[in-house]
């Protein structure tokens, strides 16, 4: 399929129903921090706790049933996994997770609960890409992957549709940006809107604005932000898109990441992966003023942190 602004409406009228139309929260005290107005769009309150639910679900329901009759399979740090196994239940289809070490414990047991097989790997990108063609070899399972997916791009740019949908008037809505489905789908969703996308990135998982910034799509940089969401390097046909369309990204360090999460949890009550509060950060940085809209991308905080 052709990722355009068609198909993340045809996307919306696929998962209606199977997902949580999440609410858009603000706080004078978060508005002040950021020198204009801010609307949150929360998708931590999403199904298994993060937006990956939407590209997760439109990814099964655009495929054909027969190719999904070995189940699916994928790798992720959590998200995508949980949304994937969540998604697999609810349409009676068997999930596989491959999940790094070090992967936030809240987010593996959430996998674990809507039924999904979970595999144990490595740390790094090229350890998951093993472990998973391992499963495929054994199973014969469909591969969905996390983010570099026409379908799985589709479905994630509907959170920008009902953001602007539900606040009208937005100059901009600023993404997270790690393996970049959810900016490349938020950028094709509201092009020619008049509404901005902006990127927000660590700048310990900086490889998205370095890849920009050169032309030249960049491998991940070592995992140590506490933005764990992030740490893996912009997909391919994620590159493409915002390089096309010029995507702007801002970068912030691990202190104001943490200052973010803390004033977003405190004042919208809500849990914030660190992920979701780097737009946050970034707003308060560059304080862009005017009628901005961010995307919570998710809010599965492991409890004892």
Wanted: glycine letters at 12%.
């Amino acid at each position: 399929m052709t990722v355009d602004r068609t198909a993340v409406l045809a996307a919306a009228r696929r998962i209606e129903g199977h997902i949580r139309y999440t609410p858009v929260r603000r706080h004078d005290a978060l508005d002040r921090l950021a020198g204009g107005e801010v609307f949150f769009k929360c998708e931590n309150l999403q199904v298994a706790g993060a937006f990956k639910a939407r590209g997760a679900m439109h990814a099964l329901l655009c495929t054909d049933r027969s190719t999904l009759v070995h189940g699916v399979a994928t790798h992720s740090s959590g998200n995508h996994g949980a949304a994937l196994a969540f998604a697999a239940a609810r349409l009676g289809i068997a999930a596989h997770v491959v999940v790094p070490a070090g992967a936030n414990p809240r987010k593996r047991e959430a996998i674990r609960q809507f039924g999904a097989t979970v595999v144990d790997c490595g740390p790094t990108l090229a350890e998951r890409e093993a472990a998973l063609a391992g499963i495929v070899e054994q199973t014969g399972a469909h591969i969905v992957p996390p983010y570099d997916d026409d379908r799985i791009i589709a479905g994630q740019g509907t959170a920008a549709l009902e953001l602007v949908a539900d606040v009208p008037g937005l100059s901009a809505v600023w993404v997270p940006v790690g393996g970049g489905g959810l900016v490349a789908g938020c950028v094709v969703a509201l092009a020619g809107s008049g509404v901005t996308v902006v990127g927000a990135e660590p700048e310990l998982a900086g490889d998205a604005a370095l890849s920009l910034r050169t032309g030249i799509r960049q491998p991940p940089f070592p995992p140590r932000t506490i933005a764990d969401g992030l740490r893996t390097s912009l997909g391919e046909r994620n590159f493409a898109i915002c390089r096309d369309h010029k995507l702007a990204i801002h970068l912030v360090t691990e202190t104001a990441i943490e200052e973010a999460q803390a004033q977003l949890t405190r004042y919208l009550s809500l849990p914030v992966e660190p992920s979701s509060a780097v737009p946050f950060a970034a707003v308060c940085a560059i304080r862009p003023g005017g009628r901005v809209g961010i995307i919570l991308s998710g809010g599965n905080v492991d409890a004892s942190s």
